[in-house]
């Protein structure tokens, strides 16, 4: 068929790849959540149903993509962690970038009645979303850890802070109040004042949502122990290293800056 005069305008978009072998890391967060928290009257400092409803999107987009190994949650931010041989879109960097904050959206506002089913949704939410690249293992541990560690220091503050404004302080008080204290400090005011001990908190708002897959149980039982876990192969009776692309995606509240989540799931940051 014979191009129409117009067609030379494709040339125009450029390719965008993504470098190769890199750890892909793509974060979306809610636009103008502030707001949008406030609108849908969530509860203060952790609505539970928004940030399951957070996790649900989140399982969507990795029910999707099997290359997505890992997402964290917090707020209203998700990350995720595409590995690092991937050629998804062959690796198109506005393609993965947008794919995925657009079915996130989608989920989000397709689950919200089943989630939040006596609030009703006062108009479209959205999420921005951006490509991050890392070299090696090292800055991808360092990245999640960054997230979760923030994710503390955020629910610590702010569970303070929404302590002593339910207590009848002004917003402006409250602040003045937390202003200069370090977490030792905010500890302790939840127990003398508050009579909460932050430990107790449900870990969903201290440490975040993490997902990941379950490897599907090793069929041999000689290899049960041996990293990485090994599956079935293409071919029969040949077994190749699990990838983290199959098995059940699963939510756990855990620490993900020790060495110990990452070194139960070796396959999640391969040399
Ligand atoms: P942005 O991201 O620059 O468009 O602006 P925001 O307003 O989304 O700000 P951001 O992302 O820095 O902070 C997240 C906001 O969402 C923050 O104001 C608290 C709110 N938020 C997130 N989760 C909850 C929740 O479970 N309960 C309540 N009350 N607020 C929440
Ligand atoms: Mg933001
Ligand atoms: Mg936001
Ligand atoms: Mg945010
Ligand atoms: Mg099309």
Known sequence: MAKSRFEYVRDFELPDPL???????????????????????????????????????????????????????????????????????????????????????????????????????????????????????KEVRDYFSWRQ?????????????????????????ANKTLQGTDSKAKNEMLFSRFAINYNHIPPQFRKGSTLVRSPPPDLDENTSDVKPVLVPGDRKGKRRPYEGTTGEVIVVWEDIIGDRFWEDRPWLLPP
């Not at 802070?161 to 008080?173: D, I, M, N, R, Y």
Request: glycine share 2%; proline share 6%.
């Open 19 to 137: 470098l190769p072998s890199a750890y892909i890391v793509v974060r979306i967060d809610g636009r103008g959540f502030h707001k949008f928290s406030d609108t849908h009257t969530f509860e203060k400092p952790n609505d539970v149903r928004a940030l399951n409803l957070m996790d649900r999107a989140a399982k969507s987009v990795m029910d999707e993509y099997e290359d997505v190994v890992l997402a964290f949650g917090e707020s209203d931010e998700y990350s995720f962690l595409i590995r690092r041989q991937s050629q998804l879109y062959n690796r198109r960097r506005s393609k993965i970038n947008s794919s995925i904050v657009s079915l996130f959206t989608s989920s989000y506002v397709y689950h919200w009645p089943t989630y939040l089913p006596n609030t009703p949704l006062q108009y479209p939410p959205s999420f921005d979303s951006r490509v991050i690249l890392y070299p090696s293992a």
């Open 149 to 173: 560690a923030d994710t503390h220091i955020n629910n610590l503050q702010n569970t303070c802070f929404w302590c002593l404004v339910k207590s009848g302080l002004s917003t402006k008080e």
